[in-house]
């Protein structure tokens, strides 16, 4: 569909990737879920009552070592969640690995967004990895964002997440869209600010004569 947002979520099996995309597109959580190298999802959600043509794809461990590959892969994304489990240090470390590699990989498209994302908050009492959430969900560095939520729980802070990547995603894509502002007609200026130029020129002179006298 014209004009449609590409999301993917990348992290280690098993962190909940496939749960989070289910979550934030129908609100439910199934417990099991089919392992699949790669699956993608369609659907028009709604941002602040604007309709959002998107298209979530869920990319497995060994797919994205394979994409890691791709020199195509990041021009064709418009924001990208990487996920891990608060309860799996190894699955944290995957995901920094991940981040690292965007960093490296995307200089030419440095505003693609980036949230680090950690799941399975419910599961507190057996954390391994030191909590990321910040409550008011700020930009870092303009595209970096990191946050937890729990799939398995809730869908509001999943929605936000979201929501917040959607809206950064359509403010650059306007941005870009939007006419380059007009050039004042006359590259000096205006009429009024010409007229300053040439007073405060010219009482330089002025001040200079007396000064002699
Ligand atoms: N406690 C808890 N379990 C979760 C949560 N999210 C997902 N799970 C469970 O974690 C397991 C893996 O979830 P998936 O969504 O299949 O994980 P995945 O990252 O897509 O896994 P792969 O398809 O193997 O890459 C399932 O048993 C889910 O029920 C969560 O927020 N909390």
Same mark, same amino acid.
């Given at each position: *569909? ?16 496939? @749960?989070? @995309? ?20 369609? +659907? ?8 959002? $043509?998107? #298209? ?12 890691? *590959? ?14 891990? @489990?608060? &309860? ?6 995957? /995901? ?11 200089? $030419?498209? /440095? ?12 599961? =507190?009492?057996? +954390?391994?990895? &030191? ?11 303009? =595209? ?6 729990? @799939? ?10 979201? &929501? ?10 306007? =941005?870009?869209?939007? $006419? ?11 009429? #009024? ?5 040439? #007073? ?14």
């Amino acid at each position: *569909m014209k004009g449609t947002i590409h999301i993917v979520v990348l992290g280690k099996e098993n962190v909940g990737k496939t @749960a989070i @995309a289910v979550r934030f597109l129908t609100g439910r959580y199934l417990t099991e879920y089919a392992h699949a190298p790669e699956m993608t999802y369609e +659907r028009t959600v709604h941002v602040d009552g604007r309709p959002v $043509p998107l #298209k979530i794809t869920d990319i497995s461990k060994q797919n994205i070592e394979q994409k890691s *590959m791709n020199k195509e892969f990041l021009n064709k994304v418009d924001g990208i969640v990487v996920v891990y @489990a608060i &309860n799996d240090r190894l699955s944290f470390e995957f /995901a920094e690995g991940i981040c690292n590699w965007l960093k490296r990989e995307k200089k $030419p498209h /440095a505003h693609v967004p980036v949230v680090l994302l950690g799941n399975k908050s419910d599961l =507190s009492h057996i +954390r391994c990895v &030191n909590s990321q959430k910040v409550e008011d969900l700020q930009w870092r560095n303009d =595209s970096y964002l990191a946050t937890e939520c729990s @799939a398995s729980t809730e869908t509001v802070e999943i929605t936000k997440v979201f &929501n917040v990547l959607i809206r950064k995603i359509l403010e650059r894509r306007d =941005s870009t869209l939007r $006419p380059p502002r007009k050039l004042s007609q006359n590259p000096l200026g205006s009429p #009024k600010v010409i007229r300053a130029t040439i #007073k405060r020129r010219f009482s330089v002179f002025t001040r200079e004569r007396t000064s002699t006298m």
